[in-house]
């Protein structure tokens, strides 16, 4: 309790090995449960928490890769110009930023946005990439199934609880230290998921310069005042797109498309943005 740095509280790592409670450690303080870890699997959890303040020796850990071009993105999306620009430069050696926070209301295509991230990611080699859906926790082994896919890291024992198997994900993804994004898509969904993003994962950007952050949502972590504020961009807050844009947007794929029709569109799908980038958008040769 007495630590002032963030370095003096990285170097406490409590462990819980057995039931009950420590006289000293504070009861809000995260304690990883190596109850259910291997012996190999605790000793990677001790050397990932070294790794975050103790400089490493020369060659002991990859050289981080991102590219020093941002990547020219498919976006089939009406406006939304900040949030491409914005993870154009997410993706960037340069990048000002780790953490791309993106709040929007119900239907202003949160979710097709974060599709369209991962979409773009997946085509940057060497870049091990993840989406995880609060909104699909209630088949969590399926969700965690798709997180891992394309991060080459193993996938955490089915049954477990979500914050248990998160971290194990991002231990794994630590020992390699190369480049990953994550992102997090209906954070309003998120439970106690969201204890682990904040204190435990967003934490974690200030000396990791191979991982990159994108949660979206209804609500986002609160960035002013976090230890992590100078990783992140400001948040970026979405609107539903009006008819007009989806008019300009749509014409790119359709010539002959009218206002009038694009406004149809809008009130029938009502204005769900995911909906309209499909009906308006390119369509798939079949």
Not at 26 to 31: A, E, K, S
Request: hydrophobic share 40%; with cysteine.
């Amino acid at each position: 309790m007495q630590a002032q740095t963030i370095a003096e509280n990285l170097a406490i790592l409590p462990v819980r090995v057995g039931d009950g409670d420590v006289p000293g450690v504070p009861f809000n303080t995260i304690v990883p449960d190596i109850r259910g870890r291997t012996p190999e699997m605790a000793a990677d959890l001790i050397i990932s928490r070294l790794r975050l303040f103790l400089p490493a020796s020369p060659g002991s850990l990859p050289q981080t890769d991102w590219p020093d071009q941002p990547l020219v993105v498919v976006w089939p999306l009406a406006n939304h110009t900040d949030v491409r620009g914005a993870f154009e430069s997410l993706l960037t050696r340069s990048a000002p930023w780790r953490f791309l926070p993106v709040r929007g209301p119900s239907n202003s295509g949160k979710s097709h946005i974060s599709r369209q991230i991962l979409s773009n990611a997946l085509r940057v080699p060497e870049l091990a990439c993840g989406r995880f859906d609060f909104k699909g926790t209630t088949d969590m082994d399926n969700e965690i199934a798709s997180l891992v896919q394309n991060l080459e890291v193993p996938k955490p024992a089915n049954g477990g609880r979500l914050n248990a198997r998160l971290g194990q994900i991002l231990d794994s993804l630590k020992q390699s230290a190369r480049p990953a994004l994550l992102i997090f898509d209906t954070y309003e969904a998120a439970g106690e998921g969201q204890e682990w993003i904040e204190k435990q994962l967003l934490p974690s950007l200030i000396r990791s310069n191979w991982l990159r952050v994108v949660i979206t949502g209804q609500t986002v972590p609160r960035v002013q005042g976090q230890i992590w504020e100078n990783n992140s961009s400001p948040i970026i807050e979405l609107k539903v797109p009006p008819a007009p844009d989806w008019w300009e947007f749509g014409k790119q794929y359709d010539p002959e498309l009218t206002l009038e029709e694009v406004e149809t569109a809008c009130r029938l799908a009502g204005n769900n943005s995911g909906l309209l980038a499909q009906l308006l958008g390119p369509k798939e040769i079949l």
